[in-house]
Structure formats: C-alpha cells, structure tokens
C-alpha cells in the first residue's frame, strides 16, 4: 500500500469538499483494518470494534490540521482506537457476567493481564513505548517522531523498560 504523503495530509484540510473526501478516503482505506483489530483484541466484540472504528476516524477528522507526517497520523490513529476501546471496555464490563470456569483462553487474554502486570512495574512512558513496539509494531523512529524525541531516546527508554520486567519477573540476559 502506498505512503501517505504530505500532499494527502494537506488536502484533509482543504476548503474543496472533493479534495478533502478523497484524502479521507485514502487514509480511512489504509488504516480502517488497523484500527479495527485494535478496538477488537481489546473488545472482543466486532459490533463495538466497528462503533469504534468510526470513532476513531471522526476524532482524526476533527484534529486533521494536526498531521504532518504519516508517522503522527498513524500514531495517533493507534492510541486513540485503544483509548476509546479501553474506555469502552471500563463502561461495558459493570454489565457482563464471566463464568468462574472459563476454559481454553486465548493468548491475547494472557497478553491482556501480563500488559496490566507491566502498568505496575513500568512508567508510564515505558509501557506505551513497549506496548507500540511490540504490540503495534512500531519503530522506534515512529514512535520518536510522533513524541518529538530522538531515536535514541526511545530506545533507551524502552531498554530501560525491558531491564525493568526481567528484574521484576527474576530473569537475566545470561539465561
């Protein structure tokens, strides 16, 4: 799939309603799925994991001066999905009922808890480097542009992260 260039981020903020539509398009046909599996492995629910896709796409509607590079727009894109996953999630979970026997979870339920486990363990600016590198697959350089950091920053933040949780769960780099 093509890049998104500054051209087509410009025209999300032109005055022709043409131009602006189409830019839209472009950006919403590359990203959709992206933002879909997001909301879904947080919701588990392909109902609301499309509420929230539409949601997600309004909101980068809304704030589409903001975005100067392809790296901003899909970082944005990314957080904002699972922030309004999340949130869904805390608004819906008061109303489902769990089985106390629940068999065979998923790997990404077990990702689930390790990931809060690492909330308490990690600051904040760790556990959203991990999480964007390895969940989302985000490149340090990525995630450096859209925080306005240096590369080299990032990695040594997210090193510091991983030093962090093989402390904490008692593992080494000898192992």
Same mark, same amino acid.
């Given at each position: ?12 903020c ?8 189409? !830019? =839209? ?16 492995d ?22 589409? $001066? ?28 008061d109303?489902? !009922? ?5 068999? $065979?979870?998923?790997?990404?339920d ?29 490149? =340090?350089?990525?995630? !450096? ?15 510091? $992260? ?5 402390? =904490?769960? $008692?593992g080494? =780099?000898?192992?």
């Open positions: 799939m093509e890049k998104i260039g500054y051209s087509i981020l410009k025209k999300l032109s005055t022709s309603v043409n131009e602006m539509n189409e !830019a =839209f398009n472009i950006v919403f046909d590359k990203y959709r799925y992206l933002v879909y599996y997001v909301s879904y947080i919701l588990k629910s392909e109902e609301e994991a499309k509420d929230i896709v539409n949601e997600t796409f309004l909101k980068m509607y809304e704030n589409r $001066g903001n975005f100067d590079n392809e790296s901003k727009l899909k970082y944005f894109l990314l957080v904002t999905a699972k922030n309004l996953s999340i949130n869904r999630y805390n608004q819906n979970k109303h489902l !009922a769990y089985s106390d026997n629940i068999e $065979g979870k998923a790997d990404s077990n990702l689930s808890i390790y990931l809060e486990n690492f909330k308490e363990v990690l600051d904040e600016e760790e556990y959203q480097y991990l999480v964007l590198h390895l969940i989302y697959g985000f490149k =340090f350089k990525e995630i !450096a542009i859209a925080n306005n950091l240096t590369t080299s920053q990032v990695s040594s933040k997210y090193q510091r $992260g991983i030093y962090k949780l093989r402390d =904490f769960y $008692g080494s =780099f000898n192992e």
